[in-house]
């Protein structure tokens, strides 16, 4: 740069020459041999073709590979019927079966035979072919078959009409026969001064129905009666609720054992020369016990095999009612002609004790808790506790009448005891001691029970005594009535047969069992829950008084 530029702005300034601009920008030269040490060697030209073929082979092994093992692997099949509830198999191979829709994931391509059956509707064989890759997927629907049906109502002359979706398949008045195809059906019977009668069935196979109307106004609905082979004195309900155990009083036969669904006779346990009063299960339903008036006995009964694993001494005289204390420890047994309660020890199936009570002692409640044991004094109205720590007696009210049946809420503290000369309800306050009259009732209040959940008090009333005897048919008949048991107020009422006697609630509150003991009768009724007792305007409680005259 000449000392007259160095003088010169920034600006004006001469630029470098190009070719001067150029060497500079070169950096610094490179040793020519650096340049061939990182020259690539020689190598000799590829041909382009070989890496097409190697990936064309390796495509062509991968898609062969794959269609061997789509070709071979299990496929699925899923088979979908109608009614829902056939039966399906695929013959031939094991546990291919269900009931509605079978899927098999692990079957080997190929067809297979099918076997869709119902009762009621047409069997159906059918050949799939499950295909390689997809398998297979399918309905069938059976063909309903034509069923007879033969319908009879309780009072006869009921209008009746089959419907199917809504639409009459049958109709006429009953009894009535006719035909229906297989399947879903709804039975609506109606009668002047009777409620409607709707019921849903499903027909798949020849059916004969026998179906009871009930008095207009009725809650509770008669399922319908079955004869005894005597006079049925008491009845318990097996813990799951399909069997009935009836003690016929002036057996032999001494229990017979019903069927709930169908109220006929199924078998049957043989005590003897003699019937039996009363019967009561243990919580888990293997052990009965059944009392024996005539020899002062109680029996242990295996409910499996029928058969009477122990017999038990009361030591006393006329045996009638039998409580379990509620940890299965000790049976209580009310002595009716010894005026006293026998204890039994149930492990060493010894007499531990007799107690002396009130005079013709009946009914027992044991509270859940093991402390107390209340008696029903039958001569003199005397509602007693015993204190089972130490045995002693205490008469908690004594209405001059006759007291028979207790039944306790342990929930709600209280107990209710029925008093047949009073025609009227006790309850008890467990906790405070007071007693008080919760209803009156019908004629000769005896049997009483609670729904499972403690809401309903069932009370059966014998009715009028016949002038001559009570052995003999009174002026009236008998009665079931349902209260409220907070409240006391009535929810329904039954007209009976001749001296309801005994009574039973299954343990989900649904069946009710009486008997008509002068007829040797069973009735069994369905009952609604709680809350549609309560919404029933009291049922039939107010008019049923006007039927009780024959």
Known sequence: MSRHDRHKPTYLRSAPSRRSARRTDRGPQRDPADVLRTRRPDRRPTNPL????????????????SATWL????????????????????????????????????????????????????????????????????????EALPQAISLATHPEGAACRVLRDGEEVLG??????????????TVELSLAGYNTLTRELYIDRPATLELWLDPQGQVVHLLGMADAAGAPKGVALTPDGTEVWATILDGPPSIEIFDVATRTVKDGVDLGEHGAVEVVFSADGSRAYASQMETARVFE???????????????????????????????????????????????TGELERR??????????????????????????GDLQRIDLATWEVTTLISTGGAMRHIVGDAQRG????????????????????????????????????????????????????????????????????????????????????????????????ATLVFSDFLDARLRFYEVPDYETLAAGGGGRYGPHRDDLRK
């Open 50 to 65: 070989v890496p097409r073929l190697l990936g064309a082979v390796l495509v062509l092994a991968v898609v062969a590979a």
């Open 71 to 142: 070709l071979n692997r299990p496929v699925s099949l899923t088979v979908t019927a109608t009614p829902d509830d056939a039966y399906l198999r695929v013959i031939g191979v094991d546990s291919a079966e269900a009931t509605g829709t079978l899927t098999v994931d692990e079957l080997a391509p190929g067809p297979y035979t099918l076997e869709v059956a119902r009762s009621g509707f047409a069997t159906e064989t059918v050949t799939v072919d499950v295909a390689r890759v997809r398998g297979a997927s399918l309905e069938v629907a059976l």
């Open 172 to 185: 006429g008045t009953a009894p009535l026969e006719g035909q229906v195809v297989s399947g879903p059906v």
């Open 301 to 347: 009964i295996d409910t499996a095999s029928r058969t009477v694993a122990r017999t038990f001494e009361t030591g006393s005289a006329w045996s009638k009612v039998v409580e379990l204390a509620p940890d299965g420890s000790r049976a209580y047994v009310a002595n009716w002609s010894g005026n006293d309660v026998s204890v039994i020890d149930l492990a």
């Open 355 to 380: 107690v002396p009570v009130a005079r013709t002692p009946r009914g027992l409640y044991a509270t859940p808790d093991g402390r107390s044991l209340y008696v029903a004094g039958f001569a003199r």
């Open 414 to 509: 209280v107990i209710f005891a029925s008093d047949m000369a009073r025609d009227t309800i006790y309850r008890h306050d467990m906790a405070t001691g007071e007693t008080t009259e919760f209803v009156t009732t019908d004629e000769k209040p005896n049997t009483i029970a609670l729904s499972p959940n403690g809401k309903v008090l069932f009370v059966s009333c014998r009715g009028a005594n016949n002038p001559v005897s009570y052995y003999i048919p009174g002026p009236e008949w008998g009665t079931i009535l349902l209260f409220d048991a907070a409240t006391g107020e009535p929810l329904d009422a039954i007209v009976g047969g001749n001296q309801p006697t005994a009574l039973a609630i299954s343990r989900d509150g």
